[in-house]
């Protein structure tokens, strides 16, 4: 059940969370409407950090351009399809996902931290992730859900802009709520002054000074290796990731339907599902997460490797990690085991007798 404080920590839309008790639909007029408003800098200087969310994904598509017009190859195609789709979505699930947002490890400290918060191009800002997050977890596809996927694709791709960002006019103690949930980050917030000015958690300044500097170093750290046609390989797929990971709460939410499979699923307060590709890839088998969100790894039985959780015990094995909590054992406990005894117990029953059959 979310708390109060998880029910309004979010800017509602226009057309509300929800209508008669029942979660909204918007239609597509509704949601671009919406979306013009969010959008508009000329109304109010608090419509930065939604304008950011779209600027910096555009600002890599030039990256792309040049590769693919003057240093394309398929070697560093492949490259860059692996930096993208396995690394940066690997790194957004042990570093936003498992320990932005839902702590299941700690870091010894800041020299780790900031080590972990830079392994990659910076895309995501940890505000806009982290908070709502909360607010999916805690409302999971239904009404106040940011990306509730019975709610359709476009409203699950503009939530970025529609739904995530936190309410403008929270009271001082509610603020300093929201800065409690990302402070751990890294993240220096804003004074409660400066969220009224601004609207966020984080300064503009501070934010793109942040991405500018992330951005310098690894591009320079790609030509290092490989010159300008690796560098704009691997920022140009990495547009493809920040296109992609708006639609992926959508996918994991298997398009709004029930598509839960009995012995894979087991978490029965969502539509989550595990999903092969962003399992294999990032270690993101949603499902289980769903069931238990606070555990370090996700891939419970043999089938479902967990590359975030190795990256993670590679970073504890190198004193990086202090402790985590792993819920591996408890899914065993309490929903695989019990599946499988339900299971042989009705494989080893005998079958009703037909009512229709005579004697």
Same mark, same amino acid.
């Given at each position: 059940? #979310?708390?109060?404080?998880?029910?309004?920590?979010?800017?509602?839309?226009?057309? *509300?969370?929800?209508?008669?008790?029942?979660?909204?639909?918007?239609?597509?007029?509704?949601?671009?409407?919406?979306?013009?408003?969010?959008?508009?800098?000329?109304?109010?200087?608090?419509?930065?950090?939604?304008?950011?969310?779209?600027?910096?994904?555009?600002?890599?598509?030039?990256?792309?351009?040049?590769?693919?017009?003057?240093?394309?190859?398929?070697?560093?195609?492949?490259?860059?399809?692996?930096?993208?789709?396995?690394?940066?979505?690997?790194?957004?699930?042990?570093?936003?996902?498992?320990?932005?947002?839902?702590?299941?490890?700690?870091?010894?400290?800041?020299? /780790?931290?900031?080590?972990?918060?830079?392994?990659?191009?910076?895309?995501?800002?940890?505000?806009?992730?982290?908070?709502?997050?909360?607010?999916?977890?805690?409302?999971?596809?239904?009404?106040?859900?940011?990306?509730?996927?019975?709610?359709?694709?476009? /409203?699950?791709?503009? #939530?970025?802009?529609?739904?995530?960002?936190?309410?403008?006019?929270?009271?001082?103690?509610?603020?300093?709520?929201?800065?409690?949930?990302?402070?751990?980050?890294?993240?220096?917030?804003?004074?409660?002054?400066?969220?009224?000015?601004? *609207?966020?958690? +984080?300064?503009?300044?501070?934010?793109?000074?942040?991405?500018?500097? %992330?951005?310098?170093?690894?591009?320079? $750290?790609?030509?290092?290796?490989? =010159?300008?046609?690796?560098?704009? +390989?691997?920022?140009?797929?990495?547009?493809?990731?920040?296109? =992609?990971?708006?639609?992926? %709460?959508?996918?994991?939410?298997?398009?709004?339907?029930?598509?839960?499979?009995?012995?894979?699923?087991?978490?029965?307060?969502?539509? $989550?599902?595990? +999903?092969?590709?962003?399992?294999?890839?990032?270690?993101?088998?949603?499902?289980?997460?769903?069931?238990?969100?606070?555990?370090?790894?996700?891939?419970?039985?043999?089938?479902?490797?967990?590359?975030?959780?190795?990256?993670?015990?590679?970073?504890?094995?190198?004193?990086?990690?202090?402790?985590?909590?792993?819920?591996?054992?408890?899914?065993?406990?309490? /929903? /695989?085991?019990?599946?499988?005894?339900?299971?042989?117990?009705? $494989?080893?029953?005998? $079958?009703?007798?037909?009512?229709?059959?005579?004697?």
């Amino acid at each position: 059940m #979310a708390s109060p404080f998880l029910h309004r920590v979010l800017e509602e839309p226009g057309y *509300g969370w929800s209508r008669d008790g029942v979660a909204y639909k918007p239609t597509t007029a509704e949601i671009f409407r919406e979306w013009r408003s969010r959008m508009n800098i000329f109304r109010t200087r608090k419509a930065w950090l939604p304008i950011m969310g779209w600027l910096w994904t555009l600002l890599l598509f030039p990256f792309a351009l040049v590769f693919l017009t003057r240093y394309f190859s398929w070697t560093l195609m492949l490259v860059g399809f692996v930096y993208a789709m396995v690394w940066i979505g690997t790194h957004g699930t042990m570093y936003l996902h498992r320990f932005a947002t839902h702590r299941a490890y700690k870091v010894r400290n800041g020299f /780790y931290l900031f080590i972990l918060r830079n392994l990659t191009v910076k895309i995501v800002p940890e505000e806009v992730y982290v908070v709502s997050h909360h607010v999916h977890h805690a409302m999971s596809d239904q009404a106040g859900d940011p990306y509730n996927a019975t709610n359709g694709f476009l /409203y699950c791709f503009l #939530a970025g802009e529609l739904h995530q960002p936190i309410r403008r006019d929270m009271t001082r103690d509610e603020y300093e709520r929201v800065c409690s949930l990302v402070r751990h980050t890294g993240m220096r917030c804003n004074t409660y002054e400066q969220y009224l000015e601004w *609207g966020s958690v +984080a300064h503009p300044a501070r934010l793109i000074a942040h991405f500018l500097l %992330n951005w310098a170093f690894w591009y320079a $750290a790609f030509y290092a290796i490989g =010159g300008h046609a690796l560098a704009t +390989a691997l920022f140009g797929w990495s547009a493809v990731w920040a296109i =992609g990971i708006r639609a992926h %709460n959508y996918d994991l939410h298997a398009f709004g339907k029930d598509r839960r499979r009995e012995g894979i699923d087991f978490d029965r307060d969502s539509l $989550a599902v595990n +999903a092969m590709w962003p399992g294999f890839v990032a270690g993101e088998w949603h499902n289980n997460h769903h069931l238990f969100p606070n555990s370090v790894r996700a891939g419970f039985l043999w089938w479902q490797p967990d590359i975030s959780f190795a990256c993670i015990r590679l970073l504890r094995l190198l004193g990086g990690v202090t402790e985590w909590r792993d819920s591996k054992d408890k899914f065993f406990e309490e /929903y /695989y085991r019990p599946y499988l005894a339900k299971k042989a117990g009705l $494989a080893t029953e005998p $079958a009703p007798a037909d009512p229709t059959t005579k004697t």
